[in-house]
């Protein structure tokens, strides 16, 4: 028996987590598993219904958990809404109050989709498998921050030695399981703080010989991700730069609603969610393609629950899905069957038989 927190959140957050929740029960009847799960609120509906973007109550619900499932958060309905009132401070107040300092956002390129991404195939060779290992509770989002009269405002960038080491950690024992490569990304040219951020990792490099580290300028490696990405095998960066290369990455595969990603804590425990946003645009109409959440489901079977063979047939399950021509319109091409939301989760599920 396992104890999930839920978070579904906002726009096609509901959607998407449904549809999960829907292979995750398939695969524990498979494999023997019970899944109790507990709905709790952050977000915009937190700010709905409690008026605040991160209750109490779902910071507690989420620590007596063996893991948490989150959807998406955030959209325009509450845009006007102060910095610290809005869903995004739901997000980052979450990922601080348990801990989460290690976002792991794999970029895998399926066969299947080759034609969905916008590089050329000779770029993708036989295809793409990059994880990128962004820290997750420190830096600019968490620095110092305000205005004055001036009027001028400022956010700042500001690591320890201690959060360095962590995360840089983490990626190279990543990359021991991998193809023991990893790539600091920084812009140690211009920021101090990134001259501080390679003096760590290349500390904590000496500990991991069998690993090769390669260092990039942040401007050079968005580059390098479009023009050679079979390059990369493990990306190490901090807050900021994780998350607008993660998002790159995840373009190149062909698709946003493609990536899961795992925010992990010391030891399993850990909040499993797609890399992409709510999109209320499309929120309620069965568009929103759920195979990052499915996916983000997997990670959360193999790296907080430790069922291995749970995960991987759920990875099997969906290239069976795709191999089979089903997409949801976000990955759609010529002679591929569209199909809906929750479609999608329910073929998924039924692959796993």
Aim: aromatic share 6%.
């Amino acid at each position: 028996m396992y104890n999930i927190a839920v978070i579904k959140g906002d726009g096609i957050g509901p959607e998407i987590v449904d549809a999960s929740l829907n292979v995750l029960d398939k695969a524990g009847e498979k494999y023997g598993m019970d899944f109790n799960y507990t709905e709790v609120l952050a977000g915009g509906r937190a700010i709905d219904e409690t008026g605040s973007p991160l209750p109490q109550e779902t910071i507690d619900i989420c620590k007596d958990s063996d893991s948490v499932l989150l959807g998406a958060m955030g959209g325009p309905k509450w845009d006007n809404l102060p910095g610290d009132k809005r869903p995004e401070a739901g997000l980052l107040g979450i990922r601080k109050a348990l801990g989460l300092y290690a976002n792991l956002r794999p970029a895998i390129l399926f066969e299947e989709l080759k034609e969905a991404s916008p590089l050329k195939e000779e770029i993708i060779g036989d295809g793409l498998d990059v994880l990128v290992m962004r820290e997750l509770t420190g830096g600019i989002y968490f620095g110092d921050k305000g205005r004055n009269d001036e009027p001028a405002a400022w956010d700042t960038m500001k690591y320890t030695k201690p959060e360095v080491e962590r995360i840089a950690r983490r990626a190279f024992e990543s990359a021991m399981k991998r193809d023991k490569k990893v790539t600091s990304v920084d812009k140690a040219n211009v920021l101090e703080v990134s001259r501080f951020w390679r003096e760590i990792v290349k500390e904590i490099a000496k500990e991991y010989p069998e690993v090769e580290l390669d260092e990039l300028y942040v401007d050079n490696a968005a580059m390098q991700l479009v023009i050679n990405p079979q390059q990369f095998d493990v990306i190490l960066t901090g807050n900021l730069f994780g998350d607008i290369l993660s998002d790159e990455a995840s373009m190149i595969t062909g698709s946003i609603g493609m990536l899961p990603s795992a925010s992990m804590g010391e030891g399993n425990f850990g909040m499993f969610e797609p890399i992409h946003g709510s999109a209320p645009d499309i929120a309620g109409q069965d568009k929103a393609n759920p195979i990052a959440t499915i996916l983000s489901v997997a990670m959360m079977l193999r790296y907080a629950l430790d069922e291995e063979e749970a995960a991987d047939a759920i990875e099997k399950a969906v290239r069976k899905v795709l191999k089979e021509g089903y997409r949801t319109v976000d990955i759609a091409s010529e002679g591929t069957k569209v199909i809906g939301t929750k479609e999608m989760g329910q073929r998924i599920a039924d692959a796993l038989e």
